[in-house]
């Protein structure tokens, strides 16, 4: 619950920050989109002025509060010694009896979809998918918040599933921290350069927004551990880059004798140095670009929205029944 209550103050600071900004950005916007139209085309310069732009704007304004509410949403108010913190108080149109019944409806409904493996001969229930995660959890709130059940064997099915939603929708972070640094280096850089303004703020947010939306759950982690390499796109080539700087440079004469070419490492070594600068600015403007794609990758498939438990009830089960 801590960590919930962290969050939602988080949730409720951005939200406030983002509204005292947004101005700022969207002047930015509208100034760039008149000086594309003015030369008449896009150009790479262009085209990397328009991936700023969507990763502060759409990324911080938009998806970044998002990606903090789906964070708070995700967690139950459940421990191992306590079970459900909060339980109710019920719905009080519905009796005890119907109560009962629509929890037993949706554990019904969630154990069609949880995977179950086998392990040492024994059938185990998993999550696999954001699909999944998200109609569990929905159905967790609903039964807790709206139901309290009275039967010991419902309450001791929920105790079962709650672990095993919490311990498979947690999440990892998987992003790339020399973007963190890059971005945090330019953060600096730009604060010597032209003192503290408006952008730092949200050039701050957008590494926040990086690394939140960096953290995968642990069923998408295990999928994509089988699926790809460890090693990323960015990841390899920064690694290439910092393995150039450490490379040695051998002159061979006629004579068959080979002396270290010290002048040739000097020259590779500070031109490696003024690319990973670059780069470092490169990277540092796009973290809240990189943060819409680590998004998309991330938490469209699980992504929660706001929804009431019995509007979500309603909506699964009563609206199914009269269709069918």
Not at 104 to 132: F, P
């Amino acid at each position: 619950m801590k960590n919930q209550n962290r969050l939602t103050i988080i949730f409720f600071i951005l939200i406030t920050a983002a509204l005292a900004i947004f101005p700022e950005i969207a002047v930015y916007a509208q100034e760039a989109a008149k000086k594309t139209k003015d030369t008449g085309g896009f150009g790479i310069g262009d085209i990397f002025e328009y991936a700023v732009i969507i990763g502060y704007l759409g990324g911080v304004f938009v998806l970044f509060p998002w990606i903090v509410y789906t964070n708070i949403k995700e967690q139950l108010p459940w421990s191992e010694e306590k079970g459900f913190e909060e339980m109710g108080p019920p719905d009080p149109n519905l009796s005890e009896e119907e109560r009962n019944r629509r929890a037993r409806e949706i554990l019904l409904e969630i154990d069609k979809k949880l995977t179950t493996y086998v392990e040492d001969g024994e059938e185990l229930i998993t999550i696999t998918k954001g699909k999944q995660a998200r109609f569990i959890r929905n159905g967790l709130e609903y039964i807790y918040k709206n139901l309290a059940p009275t039967e010991q064997d419902i309450i001791d099915r929920v105790n079962e599933i709650a672990p095993v939603y919490l311990n498979r929708t947690e999440r990892i972070f998987t992003g790339s921290k020399w973007i963190i640094g890059c971005s945090i280096f330019l953060g600096l850089f730009m604060l010597y350069m032209v003192g503290f303004t408006t952008f730092l703020i949200i050039h701050a947010i957008g590494i926040a927004f990086y690394i939140m939306s960096s953290r995968v759950p642990v069923y998408l982690f295990e999928k994509r551990i089988n699926r790809y390499s460890r090693k990323g796109i960015i990841g390899g080539l920064m690694g290439g880059l910092f393995i150039g700087m450490g490379a040695k440079h051998y002159k061979k004469y006629s004579d068959g004798t080979v002396e270290r070419d010290y002048d040739s490492e000097l020259s590779g070594g500070a031109l490696m140095i003024v690319l990973l600068v670059v780069a470092a600015m490169i990277l540092g403007f796009l973290a809240a670009a990189l943060g819409v794609v680590n998004f998309v990758m991330n938490y469209t498939n699980n992504a929660v929205m706001p929804q009431k438990p019995e509007k979500w009830y309603e909506k699964h089960f009563v609206m199914q029944k009269n269709d069918n």
